[in-house]
């Protein structure tokens, strides 16, 4: 369905986005990972044609969209601060694109007819149930809290049945218990709705919860496209393993064609990239109790989390134990050992 | 903005996409500018250069027309700043007055305060007179000596007066505007961290407040600085102004190269004013987000005095000179005939009777309706034309570039030419075609102009961003998008430009003079023909003509500001 | 917004209907005159019928303003006609030569007095006199004598009762002044400067003298006596209603204290429309427009079979020894005065 071909984009002279192809299809969630000033959200804003990029293209169903203003893409987005109309109210704003669709192909200034307003009436009442804010209708947008006003803006953004919708960080403003009922939510209104959808953040509790493929954003570039799975089991870089909350990733130096020298011991590998002598190289230790490698490691810190302890040690590894060990003391870890590009 | 194609492909697509899908940012804004900058060339630039060139001659660089300058400036300067000062002692007041609380006939006092910005001077003198005056109510409760009524001081006090009773709508206007658009999430913030009511307006609302108490200080003061008929009718002949300077050069002391020497230095220093403020502007850019009303009754002690004395006093300043108006519409204040020194004193409807009643069977008798159509016609073309006018210069001024930065001045350029310069410059380019009716919406919307602008422009650059994106993926064509968002949330900021120019019309009086055609005065016009005859029936059917003035501006500020647009019914 | 878009739409709509369209009628002629310009609709629709014409008037601006225009423009002029001249502008407008001369056949009906221009390139249409005007109550409740001289006005009793207008910015104002200069000569000064040391008020326009701080109009203000035309008497008397038997004020028409204006039409040079500018010239002299004139505009006519009106016969008087000054020396020293004036009243 949508199809992107080597967008470029700088800004300020310097390349923001180089080389970014990817597509959507029918029913899919994507999700773009990236930090704060990746350019994450000026591709969304790209696609949505309110910024264009300086060469590749944005394709639909094969039609390139460079000559498409944003308001006939008829493609959904969402802000992060909701960017509702604050003089409408609740159903003037779900209504909004619905009545924009109505009056073009009205062709006249105002004015709709009673079937057309009927229609309406009963889209927006169904958006409503959707997001769960029967009975919010008449309400000022000023109102409502942070939650209901994102599932305004989301039922807005389904409301006139987008061929793809948009989501740029969407939830970034509102608290983690809120975030995950939302996000629950909106994943099963995007599988109901079988609508395309991409969306952006830096958070990848989200990404995991709602994507069917994500898409790592680094300096530019796209450096991974996979499944949550996929991504998760082989991050391939030491910046997509943090990004992932992989803390335990080290620097090491290849000594000889197999074997890497860090700071908590040499380890022998078996990487898919040949490295050769002297070059540094990250590794992503992974604590497992089948791993063939054990380290030993100075306790700094020790954290309860949940039902573990979550120990810091002097290298800046994070591992986790049963029984909390005394601070200074040095433990021994099981790890599995695993390149990153 | 961006547009560096670096070598990448499909630089083909990226230019059509220029042309097509979003007009390339600096043809857009030419687009923008095109109409108001023709507007201006062809209106004002050309008329005035052309009577400039006329006029300016080498003849006028003379030791005593420099001093006469000199002195002349001084006092001009002097007058508006301690005019435009004083106006703000009483405009501040009220505009938070007006965009902060809820009260008891609100719209109709704020409807009053806009009123004598279009009364005629004539008017305006007489109705002071009625308070100030010798047999006024003022000197009835504060009796003052003859020595101190025919003194300078208290003239000079009279105009002050005079311009802050005209000025004040202004204030209220811009700056209340402003004031209601105002996040009050910052003020309570501050509030928060420990500021008291002092710090919260001196550090947050009024730095915030900047860019509209600016406009409204430039707007103030230009109009003082180039004050004319209220220098002449209530100062006593005792001070003139560039602007009258001028009118008595070229009318009743012809001497052309002094009053072109005389415009050129006022129009420099319009400009001067211009640019400082323009760049004083571009320094802050406020986002206040628009937001829905946020006035309501006043609650505590400190609330409840701060209303009822600020209610009193525009209650007092507006109404009460006002108010002699219809009063004397209806009152017969004539010397019964023969009997010696009895004045009667009786309530009349005559005065109205006679509007209708064409005496001497003039060829210029217009009945009072029809002077009322053609004010109000000319008005409502003044509005429409200022307005399509207005809201694409504010737009693109609302982000100005290069080229904003260098139209902004300009724009504010007409509030500065007298206005029988460009009275004569219109004559010498127009011709005969100035029996065109056309020509009195044009010249007042060359006045109404900067007004329009600068009340759209800071409501503009407030609207974030983010909503006219967020219509315009929801389908919204750029149209679209203003119709559905800007212009609801501009509907404020747009009635009060609109007011403005409706006022800016009804009241215009010196270019309406030089371009009406006889037949179809406006009201001033007409007011003005009734003052300049002998006669109580004259005076009479002045005083009722502008009570009708008075009353059909108020109803259609009243009905221009309950104009609620129905999509913003709960803005 | 549908409602706001219509509101807008219609306001459009019935401004340009109202908004009267240009007629260019084929024989239209057109005349440039001051605002205080006023004459009966009859009077103008007997000359329409009678020639097949059609006649515009333009108004832009007292009558300095108006004769300024018709210079700027001589050479495309704004009209064929120019009225409202007076002899304290008639030398710049002949100077200026913006006249063609027309001996009209209907100069015979015109007393010499006002032929001011023997070129005939300005005709005389009417006059005026400027005079002080009295408050008659005031003067009879306190028993005051009025005064009959200039000298008079300085004396103490009427201090404080006279208001006249700045010469500088008024043609009433101007034309005192001349008067004073023309009793008083080179010492006219010093003799305003005791005037105002009487506690003269000087104010900017007629208007504001007569209706703000003359006592004797609707005004009330605090002066009974005011610098204002012979013919006000009657005027008063003419605009009250209901009309009563005496009017409320009187000019003083003693020697000298009184300046007569003269109003003069020209032809525009260049004019289109020679002829049938001609034969409206013609019938402005005319017994017609004479006597349709005075209670149009509140002046006499320089026509001798012109009849007054009642109102005028009643209770207006036309002095019989107005100040005397040419009109050429009041065009050499005309500003000198005015500033010098400016200056002494400081």
């Known amino acids: ?341 | 903005m961006q547009n560096k194609n670096l070598n990448h492909g499909g630089t083909e697509t990226r230019r059509k996409s220029i042309l097509r899908a979003s007009v390339s940012p600096w043809f857009f804004r030419v687009l923008l500018w095109l109409a108001p900058i023709l507007f201006l060339l062809s209106f004002f630039f050309l008329p005035l250069s052309r009577i400039m060139i006329l006029a300016f001659n080498t003849s006028a660089f003379t030791k005593t027309n420099f001093q006469l300058i000199l002195s002349t400036l001084s006092f001009t300067f002097y007058q508006a700043t301690l005019s435009t000062i004083l106006t703000f002692v009483l405009g501040l007041p009220s505009a938070v007055l007006f965009s902060r609380f809820n009260f008891r006939g609100k719209p109709l006092l704020r409807a009053l305060t806009a009123v004598p910005f279009m009364l005629p001077t004539v008017v305006v003198a007489s109705s002071f007179n009625a308070l100030f005056g010798n047999h006024g109510l003022f000197s009835f409760l504060f009796p003052l000596s003859p020595e101190f009524t025919t003194s300078k001081t208290f003239y000079f006090l009279l105009i002050l007066l005079a311009h802050i009773f005209y000025n004040t709508t202004i204030v209220i206007r811009i700056v209340g505007n402003a004031l209601s658009r105002f996040d009050p999430k910052l003020e309570a913030a501050a509030r928060s961290l420990g500021a008291d009511t002092f710090h919260v307006w001196k550090n947050i609302t009024l730095p915030l407040l900047r860019p509209s108490l600016l406009a409204a200080a430039l707007l103030v003061f230009m109009f003082d600085f180039t004050s004319f008929g209220v220098i002449l009718l209530l100062g006593g002949s005792n001070f003139s102004t560039l602007e009258v300077e001028i009118y008595l050069r070229v009318l009743k002391l012809p001497n052309l190269p002094l009053a072109a020497l005389l415009s050129i230095v006022q129009l420099i220093f319009t400009l001067i004013f211009s640019i400082l403020y323009t760049r004083t502007i571009n320094q802050i850019t406020t986002q206040t987000a628009p937001r829905f009303s946020i006035s309501k009754p006043p609650k505590s002690f400190r609330e409840r005095t701060f209303v009822f004395t600020v209610y009193c006093l525009l209650f007092t300043f507006f109404l009460l000179p006002l108010l002699s108006l219809p009063i004397r519409s209806f009152t017969r204040l004539e010397a019964d005939r023969g009997q010696r020194g009895e004045v009667q004193y009786g309530f009349t409807t005559d005065y109205y009777k006679e509007l209708f009643i064409n005496r001497r069977g003039s060829l210029f008798y217009v009945p009072p309706i029809q002077a009322a159509a053609n004010s109000l016609g000319y008005a409502s073309l003044t509005v429409l034309l200022s307005l399509a006018l207005g809201y694409p210069a504010a737009y693109a001024l609302a982000k100005p570039t290069r080229l904003e930065k260098f139209l902004d001045p300009l724009i504010m350029l007409p509030l500065g030419a007298s206005a029988v310069m460009l009275g004569l410059g219109f004559i010498i380019s127009f011709g005969r075609s100035l029996a065109s009716p056309w020509f009195v919406p044009i010249a007042h919307t060359l006045v109404a102009l900067p007004f329009v602008i600068r009340t759209l422009q800071p409501a503009l650059a407030s609207i974030p961003e983010r909503l006219r994106q967020a219509a315009s993926t929801l389908g919204a064509s750029p149209f679209r998008v203003w119709q559905t968002v800007d212009f609801p949330i501009l509907s404020r900021a747009t009635l009060s430009a609109a007011t403005f120019a409706f006022t800016v019309s009804l009241g215009e009086f010196g270019a309406t003079l030089l371009l009406t055609r006889p037949e179809y005065p406006t009201i001033p016009i007409a007011i003005q023909r009734f003052l300049s005859q002998p006669g109580g029936l004259n005076f009479g059917q002045a005083m009722a003509m502008a009570t009708l003035l008075m009353l059909l501006t108020t109803l259609a500020i009243l009905i221009i500001e309950k104009l609620r647009l129905p999509n913003s019914g709960e803005f | 917004m549908k409602s706001t878009f219509y509101f807008l739409l219609f306001t459009f709509l019935i401004t340009s209907c109202a908004t009267p369209a240009t007629s260019v009628a084929p024989q239209t002629i057109t005349v440039l005159t001051h605002d205080s310009f006023a004459i009966g609709e009859e009077t103008i629709k007997a000359f329409e019928a009678d020639n097949n014409a059609k006649v515009v008037f333009l108004q832009s601006g007292d009558a300095g303003a108006v004769l300024n225009q018709a210079i700027l423009t001589k050479d495309a002029p704004l009209a064929d006609i120019l009225f409202g001249v007076d002899n304290t502008f008639l030398s710049r407008a002949l100077d200026a030569d913006i006249f063609e001369t027309y001996q009209s056949p209907m100069l015979t009906e015109i007393a010499d007095e006002f032929k001011l221009d023997s070129s005939n390139r300005a005709l005389p249409v009417d006059y005026g006199d400027v005079c002080i005007n009295y408050d008659k109550n005031y003067f009879a409740e306190k028993d005051l004598v009025v005064p009959q001289s200039f000298e008079d006005l300085a004396k103490p009793e009427y201090k404080d009762l006279l208001v006249v207008e700045n010469p500088a910015t008024s043609s009433p104002g101007l034309a005192f002044l001349l008067a004073t200069r023309a009793h008083f000569g080179d010492d006219y000064l010093t003799y305003w400067k005791s005037l105002k040391a009487n506690g003269a008020v000087v104010v900017d326009g007629w208007e504001t003298a007569y209706y703000t701080n003359f006592s004797a109009s609707s005004g009330k203000g605090d002066q009974p006596m005011v610098v204002s035309y012979a013919s006000s008497p009657a005027a008063e008397v003419f605009f009250a209603s209901p009309p009563p038997a005496e009017s409320p004020t009187a000019s003083i028409v003693a020697k000298d204290m009184c300046f007569r204006q003269i109003e003069f039409v020209g032809i525009l040079k260049n004019t289109q429309n020679k002829l049938l500018a001609q034969k409206f010239v013609d019938f402005m002299l005319s017994q017609k427009f004479q006597e349709d004139m005075p209670l149009n505009m509140f002046v006499y006519p320089t026509n001798k079979n012109a009849k007054l009106p009642d109102v005028f016969v009643k209770f207006a008087q036309i002095p019989e020894n107005p100040a005397a000054l040419s009109y050429s020396e009041i065009a050499t020293n005309r500003d000198t005065w005015i500033e010098a004036w400016t200056q002494a009243m400081k």
């Open chain 1, 1 to 341: 369905m949508l199809e992107i071909r080597d967008i470029f984009k700088s800004y300020e002279n310097k390349p923001l986005l180089r080389g970014i192809s990817f597509s959507v299809s029918q029913g899919e969630t994507i999700c773009l990972l990236g930090a704060s000033g990746s350019g994450k959200s000026t591709l969304l804003r790209m696609i949505a044609g309110l910024e264009f990029p300086e060469s590749g293209q944005i394709l639909f169903n094969k039609i390139d969209l460079a000559q498409t203003p944003p308001h006939a893409r008829d493609f959904g987005l969402v802000f992060q601060d909701y960017g509702l109309f604050p003089h409408l109210n609740i159903f003037d704003n779900v209504a909004f694109g619905l009545k924009m669709k109505i009056m073009e192909s009205n062709s006249s200034l105002f004015g709709m007819s009673r079937q057309q307003a009927v229609g309406l009436q009963r889209r927006v009442a169904e958006m409503m149930d959707l997001v769960n804010l029967q009975g919010f209708e008449k309400r000022k947008v000023t109102d409502l809290s942070g939650g209901e006003q994102q599932r305004v803006a989301l039922a807005r953004a389904l409301a006139p049945s987008p061929r793809l919708l948009m989501f740029d960080e969407p939830l970034g403003a509102l608290d983690k218990s809120l975030k995950e009922d939302l996000l629950n939510q909106l994943r099963a209104i995007l599988h109901k709705t079988k609508i395309p959808a991409i969306y952006v953040t830096h958070d990848q509790d989200e990404a995991f919860t709602i994507a069917d493929r994500i898409l790592f954003l680094h300096d530019g570039e796209i450096i991974r496209d996979g499944t949550p799975d996929e991504v998760w089991t082989k991050p391939n870089s030491a910046w997509a393993a943090r990004m992932l909350g992989m803390g335990n990733v080290i620097e090491g130096v290849v000594t000889s064609p197999n074997k890497v020298k860090t700071e908590v011991g040499i380890f022998t590998l078996n990487c898919r990239h040949k490295h050769s002598k002297g070059e540094k190289i990250s590794l992503l230790l992974k604590q497992s109790e089948e791993g063939v490698d054990e380290i030993k490691l100075k306790v700094e810190d020790v954290l309860f989390n949940r039902d573990q302890f979550q120990v810091k040690t002097k290298n800046g590894l994070v591992i986790h134990m049963k029984d909390a060990p005394k601070i200074g003391q040095i433990i021994r870890v099981k790890v599995q050992v695993e390149c990153l590009a």
